[in-house]
């Protein structure tokens, strides 16, 4: 199985901050990685598909970048609503999808 | 507006079974592969299991092969989960996701996700 390590697990960060989350893949997935953001009590959100096309209705300050083993999600400047769990979701081996165990972003 | 929501969830004893549901609108859903992932606080998000548009393709992560299995009823608009010989670890919250594509294939993502419902296997 293809493992999914994300870094930090978790990052306290200002409104107007930029943070960038990293994903790495156990194997290259050249560029079948997803970008999910989870909020408390409510369903993952699409953010960003094939590691670096935003999602429609996805706010611009989001992108994602990488391909092979090491992607990343970068928040321009970080907004109240951005605080939240952000997940990375590797495709290459579909239907044998994994996930990484996650990044909460919390408010500094 | 695409809605998935899922029913069927609740406390059971280990060995036992349950029978997930998850009733969708706002698509057309027989052409759509749909998928069940889980959710622990100790383990995060774990996919359990997809079923192509046609039912054409059905596969199973190891850890529910030969105890669940995933199913449709187009007319219903509805996709389901059997699960059987239920065990503690299967303690979860169940999404059903929709895939973007007809087939569950390499590249593909899930653009919309139901809100869960929670399972609870212990005696």
């Known amino acids: 199985d293809i493992q999914m390590t994300q870094s930090p697990s978790s990052l306290s960060a200002s409104v107007g901050d930029r943070v960038t989350i990293t994903c790495r893949a156990s194997?290259?997935?050249?560029?079948?990685l997803n970008w999910y953001q989870q909020k408390p009590g409510k369903a993952p959100i699409l953010l960003i598909y094939?590691?670096?096309n935003l999602q429609s209705g996805v706010p611009s300050r989001f992108s994602g970048r990488g391909s092979g083993t090491d992607f990343t999600l970068t928040i321009s400047s970080l907004q109240p609503e951005d605080f939240a769990t952000y997940y990375c979701?590797?495709?290459?081996?579909?239907?044998?999808?994994?996930f990484g165990q996650g990044t909460k972003l919390e408010i500094k | 507006e695409v809605q998935l929501v899922e029913s069927g969830g609740g406390l059971v004893q280990p060995g036992r079974s349950l029978r997930l549901s998850c009733a969708a609108s706002?698509?057309?859903?027989?052409?759509?592969?749909m998928h069940w992932v889980r959710q622990t606080p100790g383990k995060g998000l774990e996919w359990v299991s997809s079923?192509?548009?046609?039912?054409?393709?059905?596969d199973y992560a190891d850890s529910v092969k030969g105890r669940f299995t995933i199913s449709r009823d187009d007319a219903k608009n509805s996709l389901y989960l059997q699960m059987d010989s239920l065990r503690p670890e299967d303690t979860a919250l169940y999404y059903c996701?929709?895939?973007?594509?007809?087939?569950?294939?390499?590249?593909?993502?899930?653009?919309?996700w139901g809100q869960g419902t929670l399972v609870t296997v212990s005696s």
């Open positions: 996701a929709k895939d973007i594509g007809g087939i569950a294939t390499v590249g593909n993502y899930f653009d919309y």
């Open positions: 706002g698509f057309t859903f027989h052409g759509y592969a």
């Open positions: 079923i192509n548009w046609n039912n054409g393709n059905i």
């Open positions: 194997q290259s997935i050249t560029s079948f």
């Open positions: 094939a590691a670096s």
């Open positions: 979701q590797q495709s290459y081996s579909s239907p044998l999808y994994t």
